[in-house]
């Protein structure tokens, strides 16, 4: 059974930061690039970044650049997303997914809430 | 950045008919590397097809898609009950991998 669980969303202040975690269990983490998608509350998808399956690309939103870091330990089948400089606008839930465009197996996270506000 | 747009907004349908989804992208989506999402309230997205016309898994035939280069659509032959939905497309061509704004399908 696959699953993925996202950890780590909360209230933070504006210009705050907050590190996301997403724990992968039941394929094997370490062959799949993994990305961050958002969706702030009753709006639509936001792509926010993807890293390939060793880390040796990333890629980014350019609303986050300069501000986000997506990352993966292997190791631990975990991917990350430090968030620093927090702005109101990036309230959202934020999901981690294999999202499947590669072999059609799509996994996503239940969602973690991040809250910037004062 | 490729921006994607989605018509109609809001489609509504009943059960049985058929529903055509269209997505349009600002410049060519290189090897049709263009997505479809279906999301119901409250839970995340499932991938329902990729590469423009392949069916993820599980996913049932009724569905399809089409299209290429800047012009796409996705296709649900027969409305289930379980298919009112939002669905949204997203390119994967080139970075960054942006979704359209999607479209409601609602019960007519």
């Known amino acids: 059974q696959v699953q993925l669980v996202e950890s780590g969303g909360g209230v933070v202040q504006p210009g705050g930061s907050l590190r996301l975690s997403c724990a992968v269990s039941?394929?094997?983490?370490?062959?799949?690039?993994m990305h961050w998608v958002r969706q702030a509350p009753g709006k639509g998808l936001d792509w926010v970044a993807f890293?390939?399956?060793?880390?040796?690309?990333?890629y980014y939103a350019d609303s986050v650049k300069g501000r986000f870091t997506i990352s993966r330990d292997n190791s631990k089948n975990t991917l990350y997303l430090q968030m620093n400089s927090l702005r109101a606008e990036d309230t959202a839930v934020y999901y981690c997914?294999?999202?499947?465009?590669?072999?059609?197996?799509?996994?996503w996270g239940q969602g973690t809430l991040v809250t910037v506000s004062s | 950045e490729i921006v994607l747009t989605q018509s109609p907004g809001t489609l509504s349908l009943s059960p049985g008919e058929r529903a055509t989804l269209s997505c349009g992208a600002s410049?060519?989506?290189?090897?049709?590397?263009l997505a479809w999402y279906q999301q119901k309230p409250g839970q995340a997205p499932r991938l329902l097809l990729y590469?423009?016309?392949s069916r993820a898994t599980g996913i049932p035939d009724r569905f399809s898609g089409s299209g290429s280069g800047t012009d796409f659509t996705l296709t649900i032959s027969r409305l289930e009950p379980e298919d009112f939905a939002v669905y949204y497309c997203?390119?994967?061509?080139?970075?960054?991998?942006?979704f359209g704004p999607g479209t409601k399908v609602d019960i007519k």
């Open positions: 590469g423009a016309s």
């Open positions: 997203q390119q994967y061509g080139s970075s960054p991998f942006t």
């Open positions: 039941g394929i094997t983490f370490s062959s799949y690039g």
């Open positions: 997914a294999k999202v499947g465009v590669t072999d059609g197996w799509g996994y």
């Open positions: 410049q060519s989506v290189s090897s049709s590397y």
């Open positions: 890293i390939r399956y060793d880390g040796s690309n990333k």
